[in-house]
């Protein structure tokens, strides 16, 4: 079983490109217990920015590293219920909906724009345009994603069972558009301690699942029972390691 080669998701037009990212209609309350947050070195690279606009904030993961003293931060996410749950979360972050390509934010307001688990979302050309307009001369436009460690053979075959469609190859650029380049990037590799029930919520978190039908999550989880208390012997309840990658990277204009 080898490791993904992409450099981004494989969609099969813009259509579907669209249907996958609008799956996050529901399901915030479980994508926030689910998933991770950011390491602290994520946020260092815009740590010069006054005023940041996280875009697709989600429910909040990596806002709420960039709230320090001084900073004033915005938030926006295309989904109501993200961004429902963002707003309960952290109350004190003005948050609306509106996508990357749109964000409704006043022409040259902000110092940096970040994109955590976003950008395979979005029109790139469109993003980078925006965020050009919306971002002050000398600011920085930051992506970032946490993808499941495949390089462990058992996290590999994890992310095939949960059809985790983002796992990138190690290394990968993401890509933007001018007149956006690369000025910093960081990668690191760290463990998320996670319950076996905790992995059948992390499964419920993808776009594939909350697009499947019945049938087709009930496949899946019964995939997910074989593998971890048949194939790996786990025991219900049993905390694992679960191998992460983040990789981050900041952008100036060219």
Known sequence: MKASRKDAPAFRDAAHQRAAAGAFVQ????????????????????????????????????????LVPGRKVFALDP?????????????????????AEASGVA???????????????????????????????????????????????????LSRIMHSGDVLKDGFYPTVAAPWRLEAEHRETWLQPVTTHGLFELMATRSYWLRAGAATREKMAANLTWYLFERLGCEPGQVLPLPYRTDAFCYRRG
């Open 27 to 66: 399901g915030a309350s479980l994508y926030d217990d689910a998933r991770p947050t950011y390491p602290p070195a994520v946020a260092a690279l815009v740590s010069g920015a006054s005023e940041v606009l996280d875009v697709g904030c989600g429910t909040g993961k990596l806002t709420e590293t960039l």
């Open 79 to 99: 989904s109501a219920d993200m961004v429902s749950v963002f707003a309960r979360r952290l109350p004190g972050v003005p948050v609306w909906r509106a996508c």
């Open 107 to 157: 022409s040259a307001r902000v110092d940096a724009i970040t994109c955590a688990q976003t950008w395979h979302w979005v029109d790139a050309v469109a993003a980078s345009r925006e965020a050009d307009r919306v971002v002050r001369d000398g600011g920085a436009l930051l992506l970032c994603w946490n993808t499941l460690d495949v390089r462990h053979p058992w996290v590999l075959r």
